[in-house]
């Protein structure tokens, strides 16, 4: 299958300072990325879905402004967790998908710690 | 709004046992349905993709079901390792036009050697 690769795979920071995650489609083109959060032993929630070259759509409860997504090319989105604080720790995982109806791949996923 | 439940939240089962996972949906109107396996703190490996005009897919010991009009999938494992220990989630997608996935609550399996 089509590889979809995220880094990094953890990262800690402190409260108060932004973090980048990047997502990148590395043997495919992908038209549509998507964002991922994961509490602890709970399943996935739909953060954003984003689409090369235009802005990101935010589900109902998700702080664009806290929460930045980039997708500046089709190999490329980045999300950034911005001001960070503690209760933004989680598992964030993004996907992609190449053409549309093709099924979705997914990045090995980024442990966020804030301390 | 589509809501995706799997039963049980885990399973224990002793090594080379055949098991079957469930998922079920509450709005059949589908495009296809996805297993996943996710290993702890790892992220998702797609396991079968049904399109929803399929009742069937397999790939070696797995094979996944759908019943589209009753809102459910099943995913068969047969001859159980210790391997398959994981969290397996199931996921719908809407429509050809809609790639956002639903998942389900997942079911973490172990395999007991």
């Known amino acids: 299958g089509a590889v979809v690769s995220q880094h990094p795979s953890w990262v800690i920071c402190k409260s108060g300072t932004s973090v980048k995650i990047e997502c990148r489609s590395l043997?495919?083109?992908?038209?549509?990325m998507f964002w991922y959060r994961q509490f602890p032993k709970q399943s996935l929630m739909l953060m954003a879905t984003s689409n090369e070259g235009s802005k990101a759509t935010y589900e109902q409860g998700v702080e664009k402004d806290k929460f930045l997504i980039n997708h500046a090319s089709l190999t490329l989105s980045t999300l950034t967790v911005t001001s960070a604080h503690p209760e933004d720790s989680s598992f964030y995982i993004c996907s992609a998908i190449g053409e549309r109806g093709s099924q979705a791949f997914f990045g090995q996923g980024t442990r966020l710690t804030v301390v | 709004k589509q809501e995706v439940t799997q039963i049980p939240a885990a399973l224990s089962v002793p090594e080379g046992e055949n098991l079957v996972l469930n998922c079920s949906f509450t709005d059949s109107a589908i495009y296809n349905l996805q297993w996943f396996r996710q290993d702890p703190g790892k992220g998702l490996t797609s396991l079968l993709l049904i399109q929803s005009s399929q009742r069937e897919q397999t790939s070696g010991r797995l094979n996944a079901s759908l019943d589209k009009s009753s809102g459910r999938s099943t995913l068969y494992i047969a001859a159980s390792q210790p391997g398959d220990s994981a969290t397996y989630l199931c996921?719908?997608?809407?429509?050809?036009?809609?790639?956002?996935?639903?998942f389900g609550t997942g079911t973490r399996l172990t395999i007991i050697p």
């Open positions: 043997d495919f083109q992908a038209t549509t």
């Open positions: 996921a719908v997608r809407r429509d050809f036009g809609n790639e956002k996935l639903t």
